[in-house]
């Protein structure tokens, strides 16, 4: 696991995006793995930018999202992808028929899904580099705490501290979603590189437990303790409780 702490969340996703340049201008099939909430915004912002730039082109990759609510429709404005859509797929020349995320509607079996899902990575030839943000509580993707550290794409209960966290996005009288369809812990340990983007206090603790604590189901993150090729992009504020 590599630490890399940088002044602000600016210059951590300024970091993130050279990382991702480079591997969509060194391989032919580019696969990348995808994370919604706030923290990669401004990294898919400046991949926006360096797209008009002429700095990269999209048209050859190959995208899969760590998560997706269950029993959402796509056009959904609290979907993840048309979170994926407006901040990156839309403003890009990514082919949206090679983006995916891991959907479970109505009448869908979550298994069958989770395994359809997993079976599309492997033809993709897996994920070259996998993007992550991590929760207050410690959760990759939306592994909550307890998650086995050898599950797959799997439907998940959200827990109440994740619902809270992310009550923010809905109105009051809105209708929050509260399972996920989300990749395994050993899903993500699959990617040939990790690149975990946090900032802010609030993830300081996570960060700690991820970093320097015991590997345990109680932080899924540390699972990452367990990848050769994991990097761990930090803002001040969030390495602030660094033992
Ligand atoms: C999002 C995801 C989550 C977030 C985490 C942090 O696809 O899988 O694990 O990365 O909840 O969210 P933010 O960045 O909003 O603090």
């Known amino acids: 696991m590599q630490v890399i702490i940088l002044e602000n969340a600016q210059q951590v996703a300024q970091h993130a995006s050279r990382w991702v340049v480079e591997l969509i201008s060194q ?9 919604t909430g706030s923290t990669p915004i401004s990294l898919y912002q400046k991949l926006v930018k360096s797209h008009q730039e002429d700095q990269v082109d999209f048209g050859h990759v190959t995208s899969f999202n760590l998560d997706e609510y269950h029993n ?6 609290h979907s993840y992808r048309t979170f994926m859509k407006n901040n990156l797929f839309d403003k890009i020349n990514i082919d949206q028929k090679n983006t995916h995320l891991p959907t479970c509607n109505k009448g869908e079996n979550p298994r069958e899904q ?41 439907l998940k209960t959200l827990t109440k501290q994740t619902l809270e966290d992310n009550s923010r996005l809905f109105q009051p009288d809105e209708y929050q979603p509260t399972m996920a369809m989300t990749m395994g812990i050993s899903t993500i340990l699959d990617a040939q590189y990790i ?17 320097t604590g015991p590997l345990s189901a109680k932080c899924p993150a540390s699972a990452l303790q367990l990848h ?7 803002d001040k504020a969030a390495a602030s409780e660094l033992s």
């Open 228 to 234: 050769e090729h994991a990097v761990i992009i930090l």
């Open 114 to 154: 989770g395994i359809a899902f997993e079976d599309k990575i492997r033809l993709a030839g897996g994920i070259d580099l996998q993007i992550l943000g991590i929760g207050a509580n410690g959760h990759i993707g939306f592994n909550e705490p307890t998650s086995s550290l050898s599950s797959r794409t799997r």
């Open 195 to 211: 690149l975990l983007m946090a900032t802010g206090k609030n993830k300081a603790k996570a960060v700690n437990e991820m970093i």
């Open 27 to 35: 391989k032919t099939n580019p696969v990348l793995g995808l994370a």
């Open 72 to 77: 959402i429709d796509a056009e959904n404005e």
